[in-house]
């Protein structure tokens, strides 16, 4: 029985860069957060994996980080200068997002860990 | 991994708003500068913001960010304030000096917002450096 490490390590791995990817666009949206006219964007996590889990045919599951759900975030009140960045959404969204990349990253440790262990026997 | 695209992203956006925070400094501190004539009076600054969306990385993988540009710092067109001073020796032929056009309590809140959006960018740089360092230990015990 070979080890194939893609597939032990399953989907944290694409998991992990798409939080990566996406504590980008989080990290834009701070940045811009008095640029006028700047509108928030957002990756669709659910999506993205709703599309994977669908196109998924050999058990693996991987997710397409090239062409992720980009969306434009809805402001719950909209500025004059058409500026849709509300800083505590965006600072909560970017605090969950680090939590999900710590956790990816947990996950991720402890595959290595289980694979550490069935190889020293 | 897109780390140094974060960094820059932040980078940019504590240099705009430290931008705005000298203009700032700037209108707070000539606040009172007369001047003798409508022409040499100091007007309020402001800087104007775009933001500039970056190509995907090399590897066509990774989402676009985008950075602050800091476009341009433009006048205010607010008009200046006229006052009647005789005694002052700036004043002009008909005893007017003219002071700024700098309104000292839209300055403060705008400093306040300056300095909070500064701060937000340097927090993300701090979680950013918590996440890269867990990554690197990745493996380890």
């Known amino acids: 029985m070979a080890i194939n490490f893609d597939k032990a390590l399953g989907i944290h791995a694409d998991a992990l860069r798409l939080r990566a990817e996406r504590t980008k666009v989080l990290a834009s949206n701070l940045a811009n957060e008095s640029t006028p006219g700047y509108q928030a964007r957002d990756i669709d996590f659910a999506a ?72 020293e026997g | 991994m897109s780390f140094r695209d974060i960094a820059n992203i932040a980078g940019s956006a504590m240099n705009a708003q430290s931008v705005r925070l000298n203009t700032i400094a700037s209108n707070l501190a000539n606040a009172d500068t007369a001047a003798s ?32 540009q800091v476009l341009d710092v433009v006048q205010s067109t607010e008009p200046v304030r006229e006052a009647y001073e005789p005694d002052n020796p700036l004043a002009n032929a008909e005893g007017v000096v003219f002071y700024p056009n700098v309104n000292s309590v839209a300055e403060m809140t705008d400093m306040m917002a300056a300095s909070r959006a500064f701060e937000t960018n340097v927090e993300v740089l701090s979680r950013l450096k918590s996440m890269q360092t867990a990554l690197l230990r990745l493996g380890e015990e």
């Open chain 1, 48 to 119: 993205s994996l709703a599309r994977a889990t669908a196109a998924s045919e050999e058990g693996g599951l991987t997710l397409d980080i090239g062409a992720p759900d980009m969306k434009y975030r809805v402001p719950n009140h909209p500025s004059a200068d058409g500026n849709t960045v509300e800083l505590g959404v965006e600072q909560a969204a970017f605090s969950q997002n680090a939590s999900d990349f710590q956790t990816s990253l947990t996950f991720i440790g402890m595959k290595l860990r289980g694979l550490a262990k069935a190889i």
């Open chain 2, 37 to 68: 004539s409508e022409a040499d009076v100091y007007r309020a600054r402001k800087p104007v913001f775009a933001a500039v969306f970056e190509q995907k990385g090399i590897d066509a993988t990774g989402l676009a960010g985008a950075k602050v």
